[in-house]
């Protein structure tokens, strides 16, 4: 009886050892099925990225042919289009179209400056500060940020003047009409202040 009890004991340790070693391994399959199915998400998400990729490789290297005549358009609009209204901005883009397109130089038919120059939390910032949001007004604003010279903008209807007022509350002001208008300018210019006319 005792050697039977001994090994009813040893069959016991065996069968609690096998029950034990049959856990770890349906845990260690549990672990491995969901390694599987993230390692599955994850090459699933890399193909549909691969094609992204693939796409904008392709739209980059489009870019990247008309990167020379794209620089072009923003340079003439940046340094050329500040004291015209919108119908001599326009003018100008399109005369400096036809001047790529005479040279053979590529760019873009479709080409947003003003998007390419500034995102929409710059235009609703602008917004907040009191710029109007037509195209003129913010065609001046991106004028204004981004340009490296001084700029001349023609604002007859006064839209734009109350938001340079507001950027630069150290500009002088003055009006044609007065005769101190040429000395205003002057003291600006020696000065590095804005000017409003």
């Known amino acids: 009886l005792v050697e039977k009890q001994r090994e009813l004991d040893e069959m016991k340790a065996r069968f609690k050892r096998a029950l034990d070693e049959k856990t770890e391994?349906?845990?260690?399959?549990?672990?491995?099925?969901?390694?599987?199915?993230?390692?599955?998400?994850?090459?699933?998400g890399?193909?549909?990225e691969r094609e992204r990729w693939h796409t904008q490789i392709a739209s980059n290297?489009?870019?990247?042919?008309?990167?020379e005549g794209n620089a072009a358009r923003i340079s003439t609009f940046l340094c050329y289009c500040s004291p015209f209204n919108q119908k001599y901005r326009t003018a100008i883009l399109n005369a400096s179209v036809m001047d790529l397109e005479d040279r053979g130089i590529e760019h873009s038919f479709t080409l947003d400056i003003e998007s390419l120059l500034i995102d929409d939390k710059k235009r609703?910032?602008?917004?907040?500060?009191?710029?109007?949001l037509d195209t003129h007004s913010t065609q001046n604003a991106v004028i204004v940020e981004q340009s490296q010279k001084k700029v001349v903008l023609i604002d007859p209807?006064?839209?734009?003047?109350a938001w340079v007022a507001r950027r630069h509350p150290n500009a002088l002001e003055s009006t044609f009409e007065s005769?101190?208008?040429?000395?205003?300018?002057?003291?600006?210019?020696?000065?590095?202040?804005?000017?409003?006319l």
């Open 124 to 132: 609703r910032g602008w917004a907040l500060e009191g710029l109007a």
């Open 157 to 161: 209807q006064g839209q734009g003047r």
């Open 46 to 48: 890399l193909d549909s």
């Open 179 to 196: 005769g101190e208008w040429m000395k205003i300018v002057g003291q600006a210019a020696r000065e590095g202040r804005p000017v409003i």
């Open 25 to 44: 391994l349906q845990m260690d399959a549990e672990g491995t099925k969901r390694k599987l199915v993230t390692a599955e998400t994850l090459l699933t």
């Open 61 to 67: 290297s489009d870019l990247t042919k008309k990167l």
